[in-house]
């Protein structure tokens, strides 16, 4: 297993106890320790589950289907349009693909912004996964008091927020379940509209997910219309006085990043998204080295199109090296640290996830050891960030329970998956291509 040191993660030969949906012991059997099931794991490496800091899980359902075309024709002609003709139930079906393709690939907890919080929810809640759901909110100021009497877009910013809301606190006692508050960007949401969703998230004690400073020509247009960067903009904004992931920061400057360490903001980065639609590399260094905490995301499928973290894994070290010219740039043990601790931290779940401790959430994955990518055995960080592809991954729990079992789902009907998911992406796509 691979335990989180102080000085660093060491991999070490020891039993994990797991009763109901914690760990009770590492190492040491707990006194009267009882087992009903032991699963075997000689051969194989037993890591936290990965978590996902940040993606839009349902567009699955677009994948392969937007790409190789510039970011402004990918999201307000092939991205927006597809999202808008698509009924709940097709957001039930494409999160639940979503959630396949992560449980394979070892994540056991994603970040997620959306438009069907219910459906993201009940996926999550079918399948046994942790999720973190915010719904995403664009709109206008007058969208925030005035109700049903404003134009067409305020009603509907307004509506977004009302919706969230009952959404969420329809939800908000699920165990493996938490929420934010997930304004989409400063692009989509005016100054008024973003203090509104601000100040309701911290009336509810919950987190904020919103998007900035993802392309250049966010920061210019931005920049003419208020002098301020984006991270600029939302500091002065008060966006910040409530605990906030704020996903890419692939355009920040110094004077950003010393925003982000001063106010404690966690960063999602989406190495494998920023390049795929023509955003560079977020200074994922320098971040590191201001104190930022910075956690790793895949957003969704419509411009990645993977949710694996493995390959982000691989991504955020290597483009950082090849980007600075520097071997050094962001390690292996960063690239873990980012979707297991840092993850936690980000959404606020420190104390119960990201480590392989007693008295944590039982969120584990369990590789098979024995392929030729990952042979022989020297160092298994090393082997987790560069050479592992995924496919290793045989066993996941989740709140103690076993999802997949031998890279077999256990609550969910994968064929009757593959089988919606192929049908209604079809039908969305219908119209645009
Ligand atoms: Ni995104």
Redesign the pocket.
Known sequence: MLRRRPEGWEAEKADVYIDGNRIVGVGQEPEGFQPDRVLAAADKLVIPGLING?T?NYMTLFRNSADDVPFEEWLFQRVMPREDRMTPEDAYWGALLGIMEMLRTGTTCFND?QMHIHQTAQAAADSGIRAVIGRGLSGTTAAAGSGETGDAADAGGSRRLREAIQELERWQDHPRLRFTIAPHAPYSCDAGYLQRAAEEAEKRGLRLHI?LSESVSEVENLRKETGLSPIAYAEKLGLFRVPAIV?HCAQVDAADIRILAENHVSVAT?PASNMKLGNGFAPVPEMLAAGVNVCLGT??AASNNSLNLFREMGLVTLIHKGNTRTATAVSAEDALDMCTIRGARALGLEEELGGIEEGKKADLAILNLREPQLMPWNNKVSALCYSANGSEVETVLVDGEILLENREFKTIDAERVYFEAQRRAERLGEKTL
């Open positions: 940040h839009h912004m998007h996903a989406n957003d969704g």
